[in-house]
């Protein structure tokens, strides 16, 4: 991720994991705390390519991650500690969520077009 | 779009357009009507399946909308007031931006694990 919340991914394809969920109010420490270590896990996993991540005040958030490979993917849904937090997820900090495992085809930044 | 701000989408495949932003602080209401307009003509186009959106409060934001098809995205960057808006944002609106066009493979929600 660089410094201004903006991933750098290569040229397509590869893959995109969208991920939307409501907030609960439900303990905003730990889940920040939480947050911040699967952003740091996740970089360090292999074929990780970047995150971006927004949610508003309204608590629905978005975030994507970028992967190489689907394998990538699947390897980051099972590391036991991100199961931990999909656990707590389910079971504390989301009212609802959707996810979506998507092949990026095309991309272009502001300037590019 | 539901009351709740997720997307109701068809079981895969389908499209979906990544649209990360980062607002500069430009004037906040034109910005905000334009949006606001802006979903609604897209819920009007041939092929729209939904949108989800979120902007924290450091200005970075995603929408991700989502087409049956990769026809139906190109017919709505073509549209007229589409164009005019996205004018805006090149000029306006927007520091940075990122757009990226995926296939969905495959997804699943809360309780659907």
């Given amino acids: 991720m660089s410094a201004s919340g903006f991933a750098t991914t290569p040229k397509p394809p590869y893959y995109a994991v969208i991920f939307t969920s409501l907030r609960t109010t439900a303990e905003p420490e730990a889940y920040a705390r939480m947050a911040e270590r ?4 996740a ?3 292999p074929g990780f390519l970047g995150v971006e991540s927004a949610r508003g005040s309204d608590g629905l958030g978005i975030t994507v991650s970028y992967w190489e490979t689907e394998a990538a993917i699947a390897a980051w849904k099972a590391h036991w500690e991100h199961r931990e937090a999909q ?3 389910h079971e504390r900090w989301y009212g609802h969520f959707e996810m979506r495992v998507a092949r990026v085809e095309r991309g272009y930044g502001m300037g590019e077009r």
Same sequence: chains 1, 2.
């Fill in 87 to 89: 656990a707590l997820g």
């Fill in 43 to 45: 970089q360090q996993q």
């Fill in 38 to 41: 699967m952003v740091e896990l």
